[in-house]
């Protein structure tokens, strides 16, 4: 197995780790909240109407929870047919929102909020290898988490930078790190080096603000 | 005395559900929904059990073992893992968990755990217990010392 295949099928390893975990989480909810509905009928006639209100919140976290099963089944699914075409169009906000929606885990795991934003809402289409940007916004990600300490925010905003479509990586937060102290730490981050080579064969460009926590990737 | 359970997971709707069958089976349920809290409850209340999940935002599970190992030694504990895999309970099991379970878990074999890990925290007590009461018959001066 190449370098490259090891290093895809690493990150398809994460990704599915993550969310096969959030799946268990749904299944063990649903589980308990039947077993619930099932103790509470096996319950004395007498004493089930003392129990009716939590039947039925049981019944409705069933519904909330199979929403969020699907949910999740349905962007897994869009996320594991990246691999089918080097080469797609995406509209860039709606793949950042995607995107965001699929490792909110790793942040939250973290204390840190992740979040999907647009400059001015505009629309941007770009035509690019979408397992190659999904591994390069991971990357990003990654870095960022390995950093920045808890309570912070990560934003993914879609923006137009020099004419070319571009997510900027903008990072925020009270008790986060001097300018100097963060970049040093993302360049000292595993997840860095495979950013700058995965970014190298997306054709993309990294670029760093020194005066503030924030990077782009410029596509072109 | 009803078995004093401490149930520690951050998906909120889980715990709600899981402590209601737990109530309905008779054991007094505390509930925490992160790692932090969790530490700050044991400090300050006594538990015969704690079933504590691996995978938390901030303090993690085993993290949280080990400071539930530290101030309530005999407090058995009871891992939940959502992992595939059981490397993060083995490692909770050599931190000295009393048992794991995998998420979703069989009610039953949970109840079933909890009464094995309770049964073992009071015969550790009754050891103690049995132990200061021989040392304090050989020696009554002890007694003060333990004060």
């Given amino acids: 197995m190449n370098q490259e295949t090891e290093k895809t099928l690493a990150f398809f390893g994460r990704m599915t780790a993550n969310l096969t975990h959030e799946f268990k989480n749904i299944l063990a909810i649903i589980q308990e909240s039947a077993g619930l509905m099932e103790d509470i009928m096996a319950i004395s006639p007498l004493a089930r109407d003392k129990y009716q209100e939590r039947f039925n919140n049981s019944m409705n976290t069933i519904k909330n929870q199979l929403q969020r099963g699907m949910e999740m089944a349905s962007r897994f699914n869009r996320f594991a047919h990246t691999p089918d075409h080097n080469s797609a169009e995406l509209e860039l906000g709606e793949t950042m929102v995607h995107f965001c929606t699929l490792t909110e885990r790793f942040a939250r795991l973290k204390h840190i909020t992740l979040q999907a934003d647009s400059q001015k809402g505009q629309e941007i289409k770009i035509t690019t290898n979408p397992l190659l940007l999904y591994m390069v916004l991971f990357y990003s990600l990654d870095a960022c988490l390995s950093v920045l300490p808890a309570q912070c925010e990560i934003r993914l905003i879609s923006a137009k930078k020099d004419e070319n479509a571009a997510v900027k990586i903008a990072c925020t937060g009270k008790q986060a790190p001097s300018p100097e102290q963060f970049f040093t730490g993302l360049r000292q981050s595993n997840a860095w080096g495979e950013l700058e080579n995965t970014a190298a064969q997306l054709n993309a460009e990294l670029k760093c603000n020194t005066d503030d926590l924030c990077f782009y990737l410029i596509l072109k | ?147």
């Fill in chain 2, 1 to 147: 005395m009803k078995t004093r359970v401490l149930l520690v997971d951050d998906e909120q709707q889980f715990v709600e559900q899981l402590s209601e069958r737990l109530k309905i089976r008779d054991y007094d349920v505390s509930v925490c929904f992160s790692g932090e809290e969790a530490v700050e409850n044991i400090r300050q209340y006594l538990y015969d059990v704690v079933i504590l999940d691996v995978a938390m935002p901030g303090m993690d599970g085993n993290e949280v073992l080990k400071r539930i190992k530290q101030h309530r030694p005999l407090t058995e504990v009871i891992m939940l893992t959502g992992h595939a895999t059981v490397e993060s309970a083995i490692d909770g099991m050599k931190q000295g968990a009393f048992d794991y379970l995998m998420k979703p878990c069989d009610t039953e074999e949970l109840v079933k755990k909890i009464h094995n890990a309770y049964q073992r925290k009071a015969e550790q007590e009754e050891r103690i217990r049995a132990a200061k009461t021989e040392r304090y018959s050989t020696s009554p001066w002890s007694a003060l010392e333990d004060k």
